[in-house]
């Protein structure tokens, strides 16, 4: 890339290109922007945004346009602002600010094209609120709160249009087992079944068969080599095979062939790890 960046975010564009955004290089905050070409395998930069943020969002839109959405400030201020980035001009422009500051939470384009926004810090605690974006209005509004506040989770369109809302940690840094379903027709959450073991800064892969599998990450004392699936049929979570490695902040990667490919994380060493794993459904 042009500029080293961590806790950046990067969005696979209609086109096949890849915007890759903000972040931080070790000793500030990047407002700008680039684009990979898998055609020529190279990134050049592209339009910056207004404000260098970490910690947020970025969701592919209906239109193509994609959505940026809060995080955190160069002064570790929590950012409520949002901004769209058009892939035809290059440009990021501001849009409708969230009625929250929060960072570490979720986003997820649902079936109407709009954007679910959950959870999330507010700098002194977790969020239990959740907000929707209107592409078509630019502006976000309140929809229904979840039971928990949470942060470090994780947000997955299931096949029927529900989100699943999944671990994540609490306002006492407590690592949650909980899970509930936000159903976008009706605006409300509802709980439904338990992991077997806290999971926060996991991974949540919806699967070719519909169910989702959860990977890694932390109970809040400890990292993970546990894995679990859930089952959108019965509205429960099972365990299945477990990782070689306990890792956390790893991805996990839905392949063509139904495969999940988990890569990278770090450990109870604080070591980056190199190593990844595949799941075989």
């Known amino acids: 890339m042009t500029t080293a960046r961590e806790r950046h975010t990067a969005t696979l564009l209609s086109d096949g290109r890849v915007l890759v955004v903000a972040g931080f290089d070790g000793s500030t ?17 592209t339009g910056s945004m207004t404000t260098a943020r970490q910690g947020h969002t970025a969701t592919l839109l209906s239109d193509g346009r994609v959505l940026i959405a809060g995080g ?12 769209l980035y058009d892939p035809k001009t290059g440009i990021f422009s501001a849009t409708g600010s969230m009625r929250e500051g929060r960072a570490y939470h979720t986003a997820t384009l649902v079936s109407d094209g709009r954007v679910l926004i ?22 976000f509004s309140p929809t229904d709160s979840m039971a928990e506040a949470r942060a470090f989770h994780t947000a997955t369109l299931l096949s029927d249009g529900r989100v699943l809302v999944a671990g ?13 379903l936000y159903d976008p027709a009706t605006g409300k959450f509802t709980t439904t079944g338990s992991m077997s073991t806290a999971h926060l800064n996991h991974t949540a892969t ?3 068969n519909g169910r989702v599998l959860i990977a890694g990450g932390s109970n809040g004392s400890k990292f993970l080599t546990s894995a679990e699936l ?18 956390a902040g790893n991805t996990g990667t839905l392949l063509a062939d139904g495969r999940v490919l988990v890569a990278g994380g770090d450990n109870d060493a604080s070591l980056d790890l190199a190593s990844a794993e595949l799941y075989q459904p």
């Open 206 to 208: 919806l699967l070719t």
């Open 230 to 247: 859930y089952d959108p049929a019965t509205g429960s979570f099972s365990p299945t095979d477990a990782m070689g490695t306990a890792r």
């Open 72 to 83: 955190l400030d160069d002064n570790m201020k929590l950012l409520a602002s949002a901004e």
């Open 29 to 45: 905050l990047a407002a700008s922007a680039e684009l990979y070409d898998p055609a020529t395998g190279t990134f050049s930069a």
């Open 168 to 180: 994540g940690k609490d306002s006492s840094r407590h690592g949650l087992s909980s899970a509930q």
């Open 118 to 139: 959950t959870g999330g810090g507010n700098g002194l605690a977790q969020l239990a609120s959740a907000e929707l974006y209107d592409p078509r209005t630019g502006a």
